[in-house]
């Protein structure tokens, strides 16, 4: 939800210090991840406020690993580095313009690729809240991204 830097490694370190002191209270039956996640939210919550801004979201998207996306890296695709470069960065800049509500439901959704049960249980929401925050900062990223092509 900070994206990549020294904020969001402060953050995760400070959550993983909390998640260890208060592991006795994590129930066993319970899914650890959607837990942990939920302490990293609060932490970046408590971040963002106590600076009296509002986070923004710098997520780097890449496109490693999936299947028929380009390699920026690549030397022998500079057109296709260019191009690659160019999309992320405007999805990025149409991510950041999201509510911050619609924002961190798309986030977890699709950067972080948390289930509708997952995402709302780290954001503290019932399910219909995240799929109707997820809907609308969709709908809103499509927007934007016609009049982009427009």
Not at 7 to 16: G, I, K
Not at 28 to 43: C, G, K
Not at 77 to 100: K, M, Q
């Given at each position: 939800?900070?994206?990549?830097?020294?904020?969001?490694?402060?953050?995760?370190?400070?959550?993983?210090?909390?998640?260890?002191?208060?592991?006795?209270?994590?129930?066993?039956?319970?899914?650890?991840?959607?837990?942990?996640?939920?302490?990293?939210?609060?932490?970046?919550?408590?971040?963002?406020?106590?600076?009296?801004?509002?986070?923004?979201?710098?997520?780097?998207?890449?496109?490693?690993?999936?299947?028929?996306?380009?390699?920026?890296?690549?030397?022998?695709n500079p057109e296709g580095?260019?191009?690659?470069?160019?999309?992320?960065?405007?999805?990025?800049?149409?991510?950041?313009?999201?509510?911050?509500?619609?924002?961190?439901?798309?986030?977890?959704?699709?950067?972080?690729?948390?289930?509708?049960?997952?995402?709302?249980?780290?954001?503290?929401?019932?399910?219909?809240?995240?799929k109707s925050r997820t809907?609308?900062?969709?709908?809103?990223?499509?927007?934007?991204?016609?009049?982009?092509?427009?």
């Amino acid at each position: 939800m900070l994206g990549a830097g020294d904020e969001a490694e402060d953050v995760v370190q400070e959550a993983f210090v909390k998640a260890y002191r208060h592991l006795a209270t994590f129930r066993r039956d319970a899914p650890f991840r959607p837990w942990l996640l939920r302490i990293v939210a609060n932490e970046t919550h408590n971040l963002t406020r106590s600076r009296g801004r509002r986070a923004e979201l710098t997520v780097k998207l890449t496109g490693f690993g999936r299947p028929g996306a380009e390699d920026p890296a690549d030397p022998v695709n500079p057109e296709g580095a260019v191009v690659a470069t160019d999309r992320r960065a405007r999805l990025l800049a149409a991510v950041r313009t999201l509510p911050e509500r619609e924002r961190h439901a798309v986030v977890c959704r699709y950067f972080l690729q948390l289930s509708e049960a997952e995402t709302a249980q780290v954001l503290d929401l019932p399910v219909g809240t995240v799929k109707s925050r997820t809907s609308r900062g969709l709908a809103r990223l499509r927007e934007e991204v016609d009049r982009d092509l427009a």
